[in-house]
């Protein structure tokens, strides 16, 4: 017999059956979870209307922050969402989420607008209730998308995460082409738009088990590839416009097309993991390469079966021959996972040669009493919290060095936050395959986060575009490490609850960063200003020059590098789980 790895064949005869361009199952809620990551990241769009929100409603710079951290506390009402998953399908927790997106950036939309008129705090709860209602899509998508595809987990998250880094750039397109930069209008946007997406694709959300089809390793790889190659595509297109835009100054007609062939792309992205092997499918289209039928190796294909379809086999049906709840069969994956990893070390599957030997699954209250799980809550509290608060006050942080258009960072923060997410969870596969723990990766986001905070602080304006992308890249890597890397520290049991525990780490700290050291050094050097200007004018609440960030910002600089010397500590007490995998591996005979 041959090595395991061994698993395609070439055939000289094409079979059209398997040569069908279109595959459903665990690729149709692949492609359904991109679409709806694609609305979830609005939150991070607060920079584009936070000004206007502060001018309408006459807020000072701490309000204002504080108003930006309210929607961070969305993480409180999908903290909820961690532990309802494993009790109900995926389903029911994306009708949820939609449900509370409508109403709480309906109530922002009719205060910010005028239509309405209530107090401060009522407006933090309902931006808390909209942004919480995008926490409760979340954990459906990413939870389906590591049971589908257990074996290329940080692949397919950050697939997910980076369609959710790219949904703001993608928005503040389409506002700036179609709607004339009417913030009303883009707040209506953003109630009404993501709302639909949930409510139609809601059902595609679910567990799936697969066929031999789905473990045609040519075909996996083909798709994952061409998918994330068409995601940093459609990253670099919208790149490409901001600078476009900003150096051209194009007319309202030319942005509509590129708004246009930007909405294409991004179709197009969401419908390429659902092609059979898309690579060898456009080379046979420009007649680059004829079809190749590939057979699969029969006996590691059932054991890759009979391990992903495991929790199927016990609840398939009853006796009464109805079909099993999708409640019991996500408890019945709890209690198989731990088996399920080692049979996967057995038979050698892709991630690589790095892998978690024994995982534990822990339960919750074992969780929370150990070490490491407070350590990874303060790395990510620490780097996560400053880059939430840079993203939350960039808008600030711009105006302070006089440099105009805003927006365009907007942009940036969200396209390099894609490429953050797009890289952490493939590169971590890679990092994993060249024998290294992914925690390691945790690691240089964190530093680079340390890195930005230094680069903003030096208030020189062309370092903005750069500290944009390093901030946006570094932020979204994350949300994708987090939860492949709970996985596999503390098993998959838990990784919901323990997921949306860890999320609200970096809610507390931005607030504390945000509202209370950056909003209250700003309002501070906003008074030193005011004194300088010797009875000149000057605009209210408003400080111009590099002292108005510089000082918080080298202090946030100082936080994130506390938080990699927790990120090493935290590396070397995990890395026992971490092993070589070749030693698990079936030796070729």
Not at 185 to 207: C, D, E, N, Q, S
């Amino acid at each position: 017999m041959g090595s395991s790895n061994e698993i395609l064949e070439d055939a000289a005869i094409p079979d059209k059956s398997s040569a069908s361009c279109v595959c459903q199952g665990r690729w149709l809620g692949l492609s359904g979870a991109m679409l709806m990551m694609g609305c979830n990241g609005l939150a991070y769009t607060y920079a584009v209307y936070s000004e206007f929100a502060k001018e309408t409603l006459h807020y000072t710079q701490e309000q204002t922050d504080d108003l930006g951290a309210a929607k961070d506390f969305g993480s409180l009402v999908g903290l909820i969402s961690g532990l309802f998953y494993f009790f109900f399908p995926p389903w029911v927790s994306v009708c949820i989420g939609a449900v509370l997106h409508l109403f709480g950036y309906g109530m922002v939309l009719l205060t910010i607008s005028g239509k309405i008129s209530i107090s401060f705090w009522l407006l933090c709860f309902y931006f808390a209730i909209g942004s919480g209602g995008d926490n409760w899509v979340d954990t459906a998508c990413i939870m389906t998308s590591m049971q589908n595809f257990d074996e290329y987990k940080g692949t397919s998250v950050g697939i997910l995460k980076s369609q959710l880094g790219l949904s703001a750039a993608i928005f503040v397109m389409v506002y700036e082409a179609f709607f004339d930069s009417n913030v009303s209008k883009f707040l209506f946007l953003i109630t009404i738009a993501p709302t639909i997406v949930y409510l139609v694709a809601a059902f595609l959300i679910r567990p799936f088990p697969i066929n031999e089809q789905d473990m045609e390793v040519a075909d996996v790889t083909q798709r994952f590839q061409m998918a994330c190659g068409s995601v940093v595509i459609l990253g670099m297109f919208l790149m490409m416009s901001i600078i476009l835009k900003d150096v051209l100054h194009l007319d309202g007609k030319v942005q509509v097309y590129i708004a246009t062939a930007m909405l294409v792309m991004v179709a197009v992205t969401c419908i390429i993991p659902l092609l059979y092997r898309p690579w060898d499918l456009l080379q046979s289209a420009l007649f680059l390469k004829r079809p190749h039928h590939h057979v699969l190796n029969s006996e590691v294909v059932s054991k890759r079966i009979e391990l992903h379809n495991y929790y199927f086999e016990k609840n398939k049906l009853d006796p009464d021959g109805d079909e099993p709840e999708e409640g019991n069969l996500l408890e019945s994956t709890q209690d198989s996972w731990k088996e399920g990893c080692r049979h996967t070390l057995e038979i050698g599957g892709p991630v690589g040669h790095c892998k978690v030997e024994n995982p534990i699954d822990a339960n919750l209250w074992e969780s929370l009493s150990g070490l490491d799980f407070w350590l990874i809550t303060f790395v990510v509290s620490s780097g996560a919290g400053a880059g939430l608060a840079i993203i939350n006050n960039f808008a600030q942080i711009g105006k302070a060095v006089e440099s105009d258009g805003v927006d365009k960072f907007v942009g940036i923060i969200s396209i390099w936050s894609c490429y953050g997410r797009l890289a952490a969870g493939y590169g971590s596969d890679l990092v994993m395959s060249a024998g290294f723990p992914r925690p390691l990766c945790l690691l240089i986001s964190q530093i680079a986060m340390c890195v930005c905070c230094l680069l903003l602080s030096t208030g020189f304006t062309p370092l903005l575009f750069v500290g944009s992308a390093v901030a946006g890249m570094a932020y979204g890597s994350y949300w994708t490490l987090v939860p492949t890397v709970i996985s596999e520290v503390f098993g998959f049991k838990q990784v919901a609850s323990l997921y949306k525990l860890l999320g609200m780490g970096p809610t507390v700290s931005s607030y504390l960063l945000s509202a209370k050291v950056l909003g209250f050094l700003y309002d501070k050097e906003t008074l030193w200003y005011h004194e300088q200007q010797l009875g000149k004018p000057v605009e209210e609440h408003t400080c111009y020059g590099r002292r108005c960030f510089g000082f918080s910002l080298i202090f946030l600089a100082s936080v994130c590098f506390s938080g990699a010397l927790a990120c090493w500590w935290f590396m070397n007490r995990t890395k026992r789980i971490y092993t070589n995998a070749s030693h698990h591996r079936i030796p070729s005979s």
